[in-house]
Every structure is written in structure tokens, then in C-alpha cells.
């Protein structure tokens, strides 16, 4: 069966100003790299912006409202770390939106991947860290919609901690979140995760791959999930300008690895999404996040 794979152009289509540190080209750079290695232009199924009451649904209703009018405040707007643009409303509503269709598509075909999410450091009444509305938990909502999915488990492993998601889903019984994520990095202030584990500074591949599966074994002690989310963050890379993490690039393919056989194991269907990746050198970025479609099967 072939891996749905779920990609927009204007997920890479937001005016920045010079120099500024989010790596917007990224995406469209791993959907050009995905055919490059064969993968047919066909195979990207796009998603629609995520409807308004939607978002309302789940989070803040002023908070949404004032974001997506422009009425949020300045200060708000610098935690956020974008500049407010309509531009950004459209590319952050089809993002969350993908990643909620890769969640449907998951329950579908078994695994899906998106070529975006992981916004992880939004909150319910506050974006954070280039992060404006929440679609990890979002997503694991959609996929409790159905009547199939009772128990979502989000695996997060992006560099930093999940900290918007964990905030989220700490009254959600049916939904257990995972967190490894550098110890000394962003956010300052962690939230509880159901699993945290803070790594240090300059942890290498052995430690981190022997942490991930002692932590997945113990989630599944704790935990029996009908779905798995998966954010696989690459900032964890040795070369990552915000990481701090010595993970190498065949590191990050093993970790991805690790947590598609948990779901082959468990039967469960997966979504997962590319999370963050901070390298200024956008090919070499690229190369560290086409690890997440070897390991998935997309490509050899």
C-alpha cells in the first residue's frame, strides 16, 4: 500500500525579513528532493485551510479570532516570532490542516506523513516559537473523532520540549504524550509531559537511541494506543544551529526507524510530521529530514 504523503507549495511561501532563522524554504526543498528520488508529483495530496470553528473548537476563542484578524498585540505577535501577515494566516491554517489530514489519511493507509507540523509551542491561548496554533493536538482530536480511535499517543522529538502539546492534552486521559528533548534549550519553562527525559548538551547517538527505546517501552506499560502521532524534529542534528544534541544523520534515521516498528508492532496506524531543523545550509537540512521517508518506506 502506498504512504499517502501530504505537501501545499505555501507551506514554503512566507515573506520573512532577511537573516530571519526560520528555514521557510525547507519544505517545498524536501517535496523537490522526494522527486528527485522518484516519488511521482501526483503522490502529494493537498490539504484545504483548517476551518476557523475548528480551531475554535479546541482553543482559545479570542485568542484565535484576534490572530487570524490581526488584532493580536505586538508582544504576542514577537513570542510567536513571525510578523503578522495575512500570507501567514493562510500558510499556518493549510499547515495545522495537513496535519490533520495526515492523521485522517493515517487511519486509512495505516501511515501517512506530512511535509510540515509540529507546532508543538502553541498553547491554547498563545502561540510561541514560530508556532501559532497547535496541529499535534489538534490532529490526535481528529483522529478521536472517529470511532476507531480512543487512545492517541504523541511521540515528540523535536530538540525542544513539546511543551504547548503537553499544556494541551494534561487533562486528556486518552491522549499520553512523550517528550525527549534537550534539557538546557526552549523552552525555559517545561510543562509535564506524561514521559519528559532531558538530555544534555552533546548527547550522542547510543545514549539517545538507547533512551528512546527504554522510553517507548515504558509507554506502552503505561499506555495502549489505538494511534500514534509522531514529531520528528531534526534539530537534534550535530549540525543544527539550535539543537545543542550530537545525533548524526544515520542517528536520526535509526530514531525514526524505532518509532515506525512501534507502530508496525502495536498495529496502529501513524501520522508523523517533520517538526523543527534550524541549519541555515537548506540542502543539508533537507538531507537530515528525508531521513523520516527512508525510514517510513517513501524511499530507499
Not at 525579513?17 to 517535496?31: S, T
Amino acid at each position: 500500500m502506498t504512504t499517502p504523503l501530504v505537501f501545499h507549495p505555501i507551506y514554503s511561501e512566507l515573506d520573512l525579513p532577511e537573516r530571519h532563522r526560520f528555514p521557510i524554504e525547507k519544505y517545498v526543498g524536501i517535496r523537490d528532493e522526494l522527486v528527485k528520488r522518484g516519488v511521482a508529483n501526483t503522490r502529494f495530496i493537498k490539504p484545504t485551510p483548517v476551518c476557523i470553528s475548528e480551531l475554535t473548537s479546541y482553543f482559545d476563542p479570542r485568542y484565535v479570532d484576534e490572530l487570524t484578524t490581526g488584532a493580536l498585540d505586538k508582544k504576542a505577535m514577537r513570542r510567536i516570532g513571525f510578523p503578522w501577515s495575512q500570507q501567514l494566516i493562510e500558510r499556518t491554517r493549510t499547515a495545522v490542516a495537513g496535519t490533520c489530514l495526515t492523521a485522517k489519511l493515517a487511519l486509512e493507509h495505516g501511515k501517512a506523513l506530512n511535509l510540515t507540523g509540529g507546532y508543538h509551542h502553541a498553547f491554547a491561548e498563545y502561540g510561541s516559537g514560530f508556532c501559532l496554533f497547535n496541529d499535534l493536538y489538534l490532529a490526535a482530536k481528529t483522529m478521536q473523532n472517529t470511532a476507531a480511535i480512543e487512545n492517541v499517543l504523541i511521540v515528540d522529538l523535536d530538540v525542544h520540549q513539546g511543551d504547548g502539546t503537553a499544556k494541551l492534552a494534561e487533562n486528556d486521559r486518552d491522549i499520553f504524550t512523550l517528550s525527549i528533548h534537550g534539557e538546557k534549550n526552549f523552552p525555559y519553562r517545561k510543562q509535564h509531559s506524561d514521559i519528559d527525559i532531558g538530555l544534555a548538551k552533546g548527547t550522542e547517538d547510543d545514549e539517545y537511541l538507547n533512551t528512546l527505546e527504554q522510553a517507548l517501552t515504558l509507554v506502552v506499560r503505561q499506555f495502549q494506543p489505538d494511534a500514534i502521532i509522531y514529531d520528528a524534529g531534526v534539530d537534534v542534528h550535530v549540525n543544527d544551529d539550535l539543537g545543542h544534541l550530537n545525533i548524526s544523520t544515520q542517528g536520526v534515521y535509526e530514531r525514526d526507524r524505532q518509532v515506525f516498528a512501534l507502530a508496525e508492532r502495536l498495529g496502529v496506524p501513524i501520522a508523523a510530521v517533520i517538526g523543527g531543523g534550524y541549519q541555515r545550509d537548506i540542502a543539508a537540512l533537507v538531507d537530515v529530514h528525508i531521513q523520516l521517508y527512508r525510514a517510513a518506506g517513501v524511499i530507499n
